[in-house]
């Protein structure tokens, strides 16, 4: 797994409500994808996610079900 996490920096989460990319059971995501799809950083942010077992939250604009899936994905 790569240490560089520059990339947050230029996060656009970062400048928004992080709460929202943390939702509680049963909110919606869809703010926080919203967000991630307008972000230059959306690969590095989902790549990170996936290396580092990420398994809460929205991260590269996949949701937690989105992201288990992915993550079995690229287990396989």
Same mark, same amino acid.
């Given at each position: 797994m790569s240490t560089d996490l520059a990339w947050r920096e230029s996060a656009l989460?970062?400048?928004t409500d992080p709460e929202a990319h943390f939702p509680e059971a049963g909110n919606s995501?869809?703010?926080a994808k919203k967000t991630c799809? @307008?972000?230059e950083v959306r690969p590095e942010c989902?790549?990170?996610a996936l290396s580092s077992g990420?398994?809460?939250g929205v991260w590269g604009g996949l949701g937690q079900q989105e992201l288990?899936?992915?993550a079995r994905r690229? @287990?396989?």
């Open positions: 989460c970062a400048q995501s869809r703010n799809g @307008a972000c989902l790549a990170y990420q398994r809460y288990r899936r992915a690229t @287990a396989a």
